[in-house]
């Protein structure tokens, strides 16, 4: 008797503990639990612990509590000027009422796709019907930020002047102010799409922008505007240096004329006053005996310039005075 | 250890098989129930699925058969997200990264509606790792993408030349108050400490080039001024000297022809003196030394009688 005593006590332990494990399951911080029995929602669980349920007749479905993350495809929008921009935003949600969840969507996929359609056409409402700058920008702070050191010159700063740097490089711009910006933007996407997710039992928490980038063919033209804008720039600064360098060279011509034409003046100053000052002696000197004066210069002149002729004599020069006469002629 | 020896005519009893389960039942759960906390981490200990303490580095105890279960944390590790570009192999001083573009992230919209390439890096640390675990599904890409829209957001409110310059301490100050804020609220459980911009450029390519260009265009003027400059100071110090050369030529000039004109005129003097003194004489003597001073050469000389037609030879007279 003893071998059949055993073996029902086992079957009896083992039919219990069976029982006893399937009504029993864990809800793990993070997750909350509906138990639904005979297709009719029965309880609902928000926190976590050891729960009970009856056996195999109550099923358990688990859904997390924590923040998720949506992320949907970048959508091709038109702003309200018609400019076509890919616009990537993601949200985070929560399942705060477990009960509407399962009775509207029950799946996490579901629910995901839901959202696809909620959240994409809010976005889309809200951006096509504002100005670029609205969505991209998101306060005025661009037309207070002080722009000293834009542009690295060299050394010597004081050739480059904050007036005429301003006007080359166009540091000085303003730009048109935003009334809403990024942040409204968002927050006005969010309360469009809150309206309807309360009816998935889901609370969508925010709707942030991750990305906004230009459509392809407006890049292209964008690239060319820039490149366009700093080529205007680096021309600028280059035509400055050529007219600074243009200054400098007429600067240096004019003053080298000035020196020339001074040095030369005072030295023909000079020279004019030596002759003077030299004719003046020579004259002084002369005038006291000028017919003495001829009388010598000639001899000089004739003991310089007559030893290079060819010489034929006659007689009838004074020097044979005394040739043919002892008394003279 | 000797191996364990079956003793002759030794059975088997169910009993001694309970025993044995019993046994293994209990060595498993010994050895289910021990775990190691590595130092800077920290472990989170749940029972029957609810929070119910936080253990320290080292040894510890769980219930074991899924009653309680552990989940490590690493909250002394400072933890790091890249974004426009990816570290392929860290190194001590030169990092490895990789060469794909990663312009999804990246690729941003300025204020001033121009486009710029960002790159960035965020390091956070976990600081309650009972939220970290179980307020938010897919933490990463939560961290992720919330850096993202902020950062999109910090660029997208400035000048593109302001973003690459003197705005990027004003951004990443911005971003990480930002950040923590957002992440506060999510109950995230983890501190942003760094948001570290790197490369900030224009899109490559010509665009790049053209923003290059502006440096280059700076430099090239500088270089213009300086050339004016350079002329200028090598030119005129040198013709000032030149000029003062030409000047002290002319001074030179005249001190000569002054002193030429009194030479000249000196030797005049001494002989108008000798001529005041005795006119005839000084006046014959001259005559007749000119004469002999341009005749004394000549080794042949024809005179002619002003009253013949011929030539006669000159000869010394006294001669025949």
């Known amino acids: ?329 | 250890m000797s191996d364990f020896k079956m003793p002759k005519g030794f059975t088997v009893k169910p009993f001694m098989l309970v025993i044995a389960v019993v046994i293994l039942l209990l060595l498993t759960g010994v050895f289910m129930s021990i775990f190691i906390v590595e130092p800077r981490e920290q472990g989170v200990i749940l029972r029957f699925g609810k929070f119910d303490r936080i253990v320290e580095p080292g040894l510890n105890f769980k219930i074991p058969f899924g009653i309680e279960t552990s989940h490590i944390v690493p909250t002394q590790f400072v933890l790091k997200e890249e974004f426009g570009f990816r570290t392929v192999r860290a190194g001590n001083g030169r990092s490895v990264y990789s060469p794909s573009q990663f312009t999804d992230e990246s690729s941003m919209l300025t204020g001033d509606l121009n486009i710029v390439d960002v790159e960035w890096i965020i390091q956070y640390r976990i600081t309650d790792p009972l939220l970290w675990l179980f307020r938010v599904d897919n933490q990463t890409k939560a961290i992720r993408d919330i850096s993202q829209s902020i950062v999109n957001l910090l660029v997208g409110d400035r000048a593109i030349l302001d973003v690459i310059g003197s705005e990027r301490t004003a951004i990443e100050i911005a971003g990480q108050d930002m950040m923590n804020e957002l992440f506060d609220r999510y109950n995230l459980g983890i501190r942003v400490t760094t948001l570290q911009l790197q490369n900030i450029v224009p899109p490559k390519g010509s665009v790049q080039n053209a923003f290059e260009d502006v440096n280059k265009a700076i430099q090239d003027r500088s270089r213009l001024i300086n050339e004016g400059k350079q002329a200028y100071n090598e030119q005129i110090p040198r013709a000032k000297g030149e000029a003062e050369a030409f000047i002290r030529e002319a001074e030179g000039y005249a001190v000569e022809r002054l002193n030429k004109a009194e030479g000249d005129v000196a030797r005049f003097l001494s002989v108008l003196t000798e001529y005041r003194r005795s006119p005839d004489v000084t006046r014959t003597r001259l005559y007749y030394e000119m004469f002999e001073e341009i005749f004394g050469d000549e080794k042949s000389g024809d005179l002619i009688d002003k009253n013949l037609k011929n030539f006669v030879p000159f000869k010394t007279v006294g001669g025949n």
């Open chain 1, 1 to 329: 008797m003893k071998g059949k005593f055993l073996v029902i006590f086992s079957v009896v332990v083992l039919t219990v503990s069976f029982l006893g494990f399937n009504s029993l399951f864990i809800i793990t911080e993070g997750e909350q639990a509906i138990v639904v029995r005979l297709g009719r929602i029965e309880n609902v669980h928000t926190d976590a612990g050891l729960k009970v349920k009856v056996p195999f007749i109550d099923n358990v479905v688990k859904y997390s509590t924590k923040i998720l993350s949506w992320d949907g495809e970048a959508q091709r929008l038109p702003t309200v000027e018609n400019q076509f921009i890919w616009v990537d935003a993601t949200a985070r949600w929560r399942i705060t009422d477990p009960r509407k969840f399962y009775e509207s969507v029950a799946t996490i996929t579901m629910a995901q796709s839901r959202l696809d359609d909620v959240i994409d056409s809010s976005v889309r409402s809200v951006i096509s019907s504002n100005p670029i700058r609205e969505a991209v920008r998101n306060s005025n702070i661009i037309n207070e930020i002080e722009r000293k050191d834009v542009y690295r010159a060299s050394d010597d700063d004081d050739e480059l002047d904050p007036e005429s740097l301003s006007v080359i490089a166009m540091t000085e711009t303003s730009y048109t102010r935003i009334i809403k910006g990024r942040n409204e933007i968002s927050n006005e996407i969010l309360e469009r799409a809150k309206r309807i997710t309360p009816d998935y039992g889901i609370t969508l928490i925010d709707i942030v922008i991750r990305q906004i980038k230009y459509s392809d063919d407006l890049t292209e033209s964008v690239y060319n505007r820039m490149i366009k804008e700093r080529s205007q720039i680096a021309q600028a600064f280059r035509s400055d240096g050529e007219g600074k360098k243009a200054k400098w060279l007429g600067e240096m011509n004019r003053e080298l004329r000035s020196i020339r034409s001074e040095a030369y003046r005072r030295a023909e100053e000079i020279r004019g006053l030596a002759d003077a000052r030299a004719a003046a002696v020579y004259s002084d000197a002369y005038n006291r005996d000028p017919e003495f004066y001829a009388f010598w210069k000639s001899i000089e002149s004739y003991k310089e310039t007559l030893p290079k002729f060819n010489k034929t004599l006659t007689t009838d020069s004074e020097y044979f005075k005394y040739l043919h006469d002892k008394r003279g002629r």
